[in-house]
C-alpha cells in the first residue's frame, strides 16, 4: 500500500499535525536486499532494505512510504524502469 502524508486542519483553520492515509494499493514484486545493524545506546538496531517493482506510478516521490507485512518502509530511491513502464523502488524499514 502507498501512502502519503497529509496536513489536517485543526478547528481554527491552521494545519494540526500530519497523518499517512492509504493512496492505493498496488500489486509489487519484491526482492529482500541486505540488511544492517549498528549498536546504538548500547542496543542494537537492524534496518530491513527493500526493493519493490510496481507499475509506473505518476506522482510517486521519495516523501511517500509504503506499508508491506506490518513494516512501514521509507522510499530512499525510485527509479523508472522503461519509459513509463515500471517504477523500482527502494526502501528501507526498521527491523524488529
Not at 36 to 58: C, D, K, W
Not at 67 to 89: A, C, P
Request: proline share 2%; hydrophobic share 35%.
Amino acid at each position: 500500500t502507498i501512502q502519503r502524508m497529509t496536513s489536517v486542519e485543526d478547528e481554527f483553520g491552521g494545519d494540526d499535525d500530519a497523518v499517512w492515509s492509504d493512496l492505493d494499493t498496488v500489486s509489487a514484486q519484491q526482492r529482500p536486499n541486505r540488511g544492517s545493524e549498528r549498536l546504538s545506546l548500547g542496543q542494537v538496531n537492524g534496518v530491513a532494505v527493500m526493493t519493490f517493482h510496481i507499475r509506473h506510478y505518476p506522482g510517486l516521490t521519495v516523501k511517500d512510504r509504503i506499508s508491506y507485512e506490518s513494516k512501514i518502509w521509507d522510499i530512499q530511491d525510485i527509479r523508472e524502469l522503461g519509459r513509463g513502464v515500471v517504477h523500482e523502488i527502494d526502501c528501507v524499514a526498521q527491523s524488529d
